[in-house]
């Protein structure tokens, strides 16, 4: 198992589980828990026998409140290059939720805020805790997301809404969340954890070759040619396990024109 000190990642019987663990911080996130973060969801990609990803955080009061605010100054958040999306921090953990080519639940065990907000709106699907509160904070604290955190929520939610939870800054319950289709399911938190590994154990029955195809076609109108990529790249690791496909290699490593006649018929 890999070491960390602001996150919590185990694996077991197909299932990755990555907790932020800054309880006494309301699991507000440092450039090492965003670093951290990065390194879990990665080999949780990379591992092949996990099937599906938990993201959650540790405690009873928080999934992830956003940004730690005391580490916060002018340019950014101290240590941190979070801001650029092709470095260690935000925006890549929110790729990293949305590309792994698993599904990843969101266990909503409290307060969603801000930038945590947006783990659980990217996240494939999110199970709350009936105590579980959610929303923005961005311009009640001077920041924004410009890219996953709105056009995701948009789609989640809709236009008008979407608009609403950013400029308003409000806090919705689990049960509105629910109703307004922000969240997949509601139930009180001491059956959290048992309805999430129901989740966890009905998608682990499910083809994982047809959920990867699944989430990267959710995507691939909306995220351009990434997401065409995505989805392009996912059909070529099928490709790759064909008989037509190892003539190609198998030619080329025996010096020997491919035959591909057989392969159109």
């Not at 999110?126 to 923005?136: F, T, V």
């Not at 999430?196 to 995220?223: G, N």
Request: hydrophobic share 40%; charged share 25%.
């Amino acid at each position: 198992m890999m070491n960390f000190e602001e996150i919590i990642y185990e694996k077991k019987n197909g299932i990755a589980r990555v907790a932020i663990n800054r309880p006494q911080k309301f699991n507000a996130c440092t450039s090492l828990t965003l670093l951290e973060l990065n390194q879990a969801l990665t080999d949780a990609w990379v591992d092949n026998s996990v099937g599906v990803v938990v993201f959650t955080g540790a405690g009873e009061k928080a999934f992830c409140t956003g940004g730690d605010q005391s580490i916060r100054e002018a340019g950014g958040y101290a240590g941190t290059i979070a801001a650029l999306p092709v470095e260690v921090g935000w925006q890549t953990v929110s790729n990293l939720i949305r590309t792994i080519p698993k599904p990843v639940i969101a266990r909503v065990n409290g307060y969603a805020i801000g930038g945590g907000h947006v783990f659980q709106v990217v996240c494939d699907l999110s199970i709350a805790a009936e105590s579980a509160k959610l929303g923005q904070a961005g311009p009640k604290v001077g920041s924004f997301d410009p890219g996953y955190g709105t056009g995701d929520l948009v789609r989640c939610v809709g236009l008008k809404k979407a608009k609403e939870i950013w400029y308003m800054c409000r806090l919705y319950t689990a049960r509105e969340a629910l109703d307004m289709g922000l969240v997949n399911a509601v139930v009180p938190f001491e059956k959290l954890d048992e309805e999430v590994d129901k989740w966890c154990a009905e998608l682990l029955e499910k083809s994982p070759t047809a959920l990867k195809m699944l989430k990267y076609a959710f995507h691939a109108e909306t995220d351009g040619v990434a997401g065409i990529t995505h989805l392009g790249v996912g059909g070529l690791s099928m490709f790759y396990g064909t008989e037509e496909s190892m003539e190609g290699r198998n030619a080329f490593m025996e010096k020997r024109k491919p035959d591909y006649d057989k392969y159109r018929k």
